[in-house]
């Protein structure tokens, strides 16, 4: 790493142990007080004069704070969001400001909503807000007590302003460097007060630096693709080509033959490779001769799940949510409307495939990942290679995107370095077409959606059924009533107020191995119910924008209704009343709803509550003669409570816009007698530069607790387009993905 | 084999089988990493680097090809162009996972260095070869033109 790099990638233990050992010697550090785990054996080894409020921050005397981030970063900024949090309630200076990545220790870095230490459901920011917030301000109050005991002043008279403490009086300042060593002996204030938001100064500033921004512009930047130890050693799998399928017999023989080889290993997965050099790797895999028992396997392909689906569409499911009588007020409607939808499997398909180093020894096993189950790999690492979890060190490094995929992808790479008892270290990775057909896809949905209007063109019922599969399985924790709630996200809390209301679920068991695809269920809900919903709009004859307006006028939490979901989850189902209003009128308003557009292009718009945010975006599209469709302008508008860094909100909307226009326009896994039929980005495309509209984003200003970012900014974006798109052409998008270069639907 | 070439401004052997992608030759025996991997078929970017100051895909390129010549990795970017693309880069925060984005500095460079001052449409031409799966597609758009005027103030000041 260069010196004057923001992110240290070395493992906090080595990091420690050079500091103090160098001439100038002490890092004075915070630390835990819970003198457990990792922390306990790093404070035994090397530092006496540690004290330790808390395991988020270490201030050194070289005057740079490093932010220890419980989070892996995939992309999403949550470096930054941590590390400005921390800086905030310290009042550091933002160019003092570093950050690392934690090492894995549950009980110090568990996420607090899962538990267990890990980064997802857009939660990063939501469950760390508070604990940061209070890291910070615990040591800036030890830095001011250090300063209260060197001066002898009294504490109320020190400021602290961008990383120096100050008494005015007596003119005396003090960098936090220099106050360090006095503050670790300072006792730990048992309360501290946080700021009045309204006071923030660095959380909510208009351009705060990426702390990833250097290193990843310069090619310095470390995911564990890029890894290396000496005499690493490069392993592919070779995997079975249907999934259920398993290994029967293999022979190695020809594939040991291939110069470079280095060794062929039997694992759970399949067969590994194990090779000097990645090509060497990819040779001998290619030279293995494999027979797969496929007696279990899933051969049936799309057009066989998708005859299942449209008969179970035709069945009463699950009810997820049930408001009224909706069978009654549809019979008694006076019009009523009705509407299929099609979403096919989506591939998460993260640039960086899955990746990972295991290094082995008897007792000890070190991983180098971006996965972002912290606490699955090292349970998964101890029990594969026999060890402890404690004996099992994870070093995180960034990770080359994950929407979805990157949870766990080290164990295979524990198991081959087990397998070979450890002779060298292992990096194993994907090739894209290992990625590509490797399942854990968004699964493949359908929909059926019923209205009934009354004379006057009111909604009087909304009846909504999906098909599906569950993505969380059979999980006690999650499954209620047969509710996977992933399912039926952002279709059983539609915040609508329309008097009856069905949403029942099928879940359908399948082969295909299912994962939470950015956004997880809203990213088929929400399309379906924003784009049918517009569909009753123009069948009321009323404006789009209107309609929903006057539909968000009561508070959702307070309707009587029936909506199976977990206890916890309950809470947060609804936004915020009248978040979801708000930011739909930012939207209109910012976008120019209502005002003219040339012939060929129209204006669409979708409003979406997942991840406790809301969000709305109105698309403008253009729609060529050969029924291509160009996508211009997106104005969006989000309520995400505090905005930590705006830029990074701005930045995960736009990429969230890309993200969804890929799967609205291009995506599909298909499968055909199980076998899939993309393997790369010429069959499963994705937006290039050339088809990226411009995107607007507008942020409600808010001090209330901050919310999820990563994740809502997806779903709108396909409705949003599809309703530009009927605007333009009276044609209704209802079969994803649009291309007609694909197996998906096509607007001619 | 040893395959002789110039890496980055230095006389480098590398000793790789003919025949191996140099993106391979690179990551593995020259053990520089800013290079990626993404599809090994010349459809998403993530490889490109400089032959002789053209971009090409080295995924798909074999080392034996490219003996005697030059060969710059975003390690090696340097010059006006590439200084004002890094620092419009980081400017403008451009990158989210990152992955993609030494793929993506390099096609820029290549451009800039041909056209001193894009239009979008050359931007799309030239970038489109490039997949960020973060969609980082605006920023890069903005940084490319903003490099521009970087460069031009570079070239100005070192008259």
Not at chain 1, 95 to 122: C, H, I, M, W
Not at chain 1, 537 to 561: S, V
Not at chain 2, 104 to 124: E, K, R, V
Request: aromatic content about 6%; charged content about 20%.
């Amino acid at each position: 790493m260069r010196s004057d790099s923001k992110i240290a990638s070395v493992s906090r233990r080595r990091l420690i142990r050079t500091a103090a050992s160098a001439a100038t010697g002490l890092v004075v550090g915070f630390y835990a007080p819970k003198n457990n785990g990792f922390f306990a054996t790093m404070l035994a080894e090397s530092l006496d004069n540690v004290f330790a409020p808390n395991a988020f921050l270490r201030v050194a005397p070289d005057n740079t704070v490093t932010v220890v981030s419980k989070h892996s970063d995939a992309g999403q900024g949550i470096y930054t969001g941590l590390a400005t949090i921390i800086a905030e309630e310290l009042d550091a200076d933002w160019s003092q400001v570093r950050v690392e990545p934690a090492p894995a220790d549950r009980d110090l870095y568990k996420n607090l909503q899962f538990g267990s230490q890990g980064t997802g459901g857009s939660n990063s920011i939501v469950n760390s807000y508070e604990q940061y917030r209070r890291a910070g301000a615990t040591a800036r109050a030890m830095l001011v007590a250090a300063a209260v005991d060197r001066w002898r002043v009294p504490s109320g008279e020190i400021t602290v302003e961008k990383g120096l403490v100050r008494h005015a009086a007596s003119g005396r300042q003090a960098s936090f460097g220099k106050l360090a060593q006095a503050a670790a002996s300072v006792p730990v204030p048992a309360q501290v007060t946080l700021k009045d938001p309204k006071n923030f100064t660095l959380i909510g500033a208009e351009h705060l630096p990426r702390l990833d921004s250097r290193d990843k512009t310069t090619g310095k930047a470390l995911f564990a693709i890029d890894f290396s130890l000496p005499d690493i050693a490069i392993a592919l799998v070779a995997r079975p080509p249907l999934f259920g399928a398993t290994l029967k017999t293999f022979d190695a023989a020809r594939s040991k033959a291939v110069p470079g080889v280095l060794d062929v290993v039997q694992i759970s997965t399949g067969v590994a490779v194990i090779a000097k050099s990645f090509p060497a790797a990819q040779q001998g895999r290619q030279a293995l001769r494999i027979e797969w028992n496929e007696s279990k396997a899933e051969k049936r392909g799309t057009p066989e799940f998708l005859a299942e689906y449209r008969s179970l569409l035709q069945q009463p499911g699950a009810v997820a949510r049930r408001d009224g009588d909706c069978a009654q007020a549809i019979a008694g409607a006076a019009r009523t409307l009705t509407a299929t939808f099609e979403f096919p499997y989506l591939a998460c398909a993260p640039m960086e495939p899955l990746s990972a180093v295991v290094r082995l020894s008897a007792n000890q096993c070190d991983i180098w990942t971006g996965d972002w189950d912290v606490s699955g790999v090292q349970d998964d690492a101890a029990r594969v290679a026999g060890l402890t979890t404690q004996q099992v060190h994870i070093h995180t490094l960034y990770g080359g995107g994950s929407f979805g995929r990157r949870g766990n992808g080290a164990s295979e790479a524990v198991e081959v370095a087990k397998a070979i008892n450890g002779r060298f270290p292992v990096k194993l990775f994907w090739t894209r077409e290992d990625d590509m057909w490797g399942g854990q896809y968004r699964p493949m949905y359908l929909h059926k959606l019923d209205a009934g209007l009354d004379e006057q063109g009111n909604l009087i019922a909304w009846q909504h059924r999906i098909v599906g599969q569950s993505i969380l399985g059979k999980d006690p924790n999650w499954i209620l009533d047969g509710i996977d709630n992933t399912s039926v996200a952002g279709a059983s809390n539609i915040p609508y107020d329309i008097p009856n209301i069905l949403v029942d679920l099928h879940s359908p068991v399948l082969g295909v191995p299912p994962e939470r695809w950015r956004s997880v269920g809203n990213s088929h809900n929400a399309f379906a119910v924003e784009t049918f919903l517009d569909d009753v709009a123009h069948a009321a004859g009323r404006d789009p924008y209107q309609f929903r307006r006057a539909l968000l006028t009561k508070d959702p939490r307070n309707k009587p209704m029936k909506l199976v979901a977990p206890d916890r989850m309950k809470p947060s189902l609804f936004a915020k009343f009248p978040r979801d209003r708000q930011v739909l009128e930012l939207a209109a308003e910012k976008s120019g709803w209502g005002t003219p557009l040339p012939p060929g292009k129209g204006r669409g718009l979708a409003v979406h509550y997942s991840f406790r945010t809301s969000v709305a975006q109105v698309a403008e599209v253009t729609v060529g003669r050969d029924g291509g469709v160009k996508v211009d302008r997106v104005v969006c508008a989000v309520d995400c409570g505090v905005a930590i860094n705006p830029d990074v909100i701005r930045a995960q909307m736009e990429g969230g816009v890309a993200f969804g226009l890929s799967a609205f326009l291009y995506g599909a896994i298909t499968l055909k007698n199980g076998k899939v039929e993309q393997s790369n980005f010429d069959g499963y495309r994705v937006l290039r530069m050339d088809e990226m509209p411009k995107v607007e984003v507008h942020i409600v200003e808010s001090l209330e607790a901050p919310t999820g970012i990563g994740e809502s900014v997806v779903p709108p974006i396909g409705p949003a387009v599809s309703n530009a798109i009927f605007a333009a052409t009276g044609k209704r998008v209802r079969t994803l993905p649009v291309s007609p270069n694909t197996s998906g639907g096509g607007l001619y | 084999m040893s395959i002789s070439l110039k890496l980055n401004n230095r006389a480098v052997k590398l000793d790789v089988p003919a025949g191996v992608p140099l993106l391979w030759a690179i990551r593995e025996a020259a053990g520089l990493t800013g290079t990626k991997y993404g599809c090994g078929i010349a459809r998403c970017g993530a490889c490109t680097v400089l032959l002789d100051g053209e971009p090409i895909r080295s995924c798909v390129t074999p080392v034996n090809s490219v003996e005697g010549k030059s060969v710059t990795t975003i390690e090696g970017a340097s010059g006006a162009t590439a200084r004002a693309v890094q620092s419009a880069w980081e400017k403008l925060d451009v990158v989210q996972c990152g992955y993609c984005q030494s793929g993506q500095m390099m096609s820029a460079i290549a451009l800039l260095q041909h056209n001193g001052s894009p239009t979008d449409g050359d931007i799309d031409k030239a970038m489109s070869g490039n997949i960020c799966r973060c969609g980082t597609y605006m920023r890069i758009r903005a940084a490319i033109h903003e490099a521009a005027r970087i460069k031009e103030g570079l070239t100005h000041a070192e008259r």
